[in-house]
């Protein structure tokens, strides 16, 4: 056998950076992030000017198309969007084959992956641009609609097709929360605040769902297949999974007694695998720009609304508590997006389970935008080396000798 510790193969040194902290995958023209200054842009324009002056979809074309839609251009991309709302209505069986307590990440990403059943048109690498045109417009139509469904299908509620004289936003909440034969009133604070979120989350440049998009794509997968991959990586607790991890924190912290200190201690003691989910984020090393928007959205909806609620308190002792803590200070661990974006989502009545859905609504025009990037600048298929570790070449050894 070749002795295999010493060798140099022809392609010499590998570059290793577990976790990618410093390594640049690809160029990109979409987004601009400066994690030590706290700046965000889409496109050049700053996060701050869209989150008060722009919509939901005006974003999503600025992202997708890189210049900020003309009335026409938005008007015609928002009818496009509107006319492709609802699900074939096979979709329904399928529906009905999930248990009713099935986590609606799970219920989304398998239905995003099946879109290529119903349209395999998006499966060819070489369709031309209409088609993935089409792609694009089908999927921002459609995720809202398979979200609601989902909910719907858990509550054992009928489903509510898509009302096509509501905008985007809106009519995401009526298909979540209206039923049939009775009045439901959109309240305007709540679309407000959602437009506001949805737009924050709309991209962040090479994160762990948005690459998982471009390296899936980078094989020449489908525009659904690899939106589908970046749904189940979003889901994880250490990304858009946080919201919901934050939410179950502090009803743990509520009901052991609601002392917010005992916790900043154990997410400090290094022998408890525990931490303060919400806070700290791989590239902001300051004040995510993104949560200071969101912080303040919070506020106004909770002001609004009315709402009172202990775990909410929960959250404000904790937030005031680290900010003031040495661990937290030195290690620039601030509270990030998932932090006040899971109050907001229980303040407006959402379920736990359906933050991180949120989030993927949220996220999608990013991953439409950054997966056509890579396609039409040709990138390479993504493909990562390692440095090896394991064993040294050693015989094969037949199943009657082995210890
Ligand atoms: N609570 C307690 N300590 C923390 C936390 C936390 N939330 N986050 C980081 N630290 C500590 C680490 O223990 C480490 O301490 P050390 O230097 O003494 O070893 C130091 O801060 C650096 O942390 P890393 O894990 O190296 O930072 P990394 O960039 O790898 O992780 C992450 C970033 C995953 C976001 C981390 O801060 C975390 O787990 N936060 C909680 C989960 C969360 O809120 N995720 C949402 C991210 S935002 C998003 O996806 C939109």
Known sequence: AIDISNLRSATGFITLDTGYKNTGATKSSITFLDGELGVLSYRGYPIEQLAEKASFLEVAYLLIYGELPTADQLSNFSNRITKHTNLHENFKKIFDGFPSNAHPMGVLSSLVSSLTAFYPGAIDPDANAEVLDLTIVRLMAKLPTIAAWSYKNSKGQPLMYPKNNLDYVSNFLYMMFALPNQDYVIDPVVVEALNVLLILHA?????????????????????????????????GPLHGGANQAVIEMLEAIKNDGGDVKKYIAKAKDKNDNFRLMGFGHRVYKNFDPRAKIIKKACDSVLAKLGVKDPVLEIAKGLEEAALNDDYFKERKLYPNVDFYSGIIYRALGLRTDLFTVMFALGRLPGWIAQWKEMREDNEPIGRPRQVYIGSNTRDFVPIDKRK
């Open 203 to 235: 991209d962040h440049e090479q994160n762990c769902s948005t690459s998982t998009v471009r390296i899936v794509g980078s094989a020449h997968a489908s525009l659904y297949s690899s939106v589908a991959g970046g749904i189940n990586a979003l889901w």
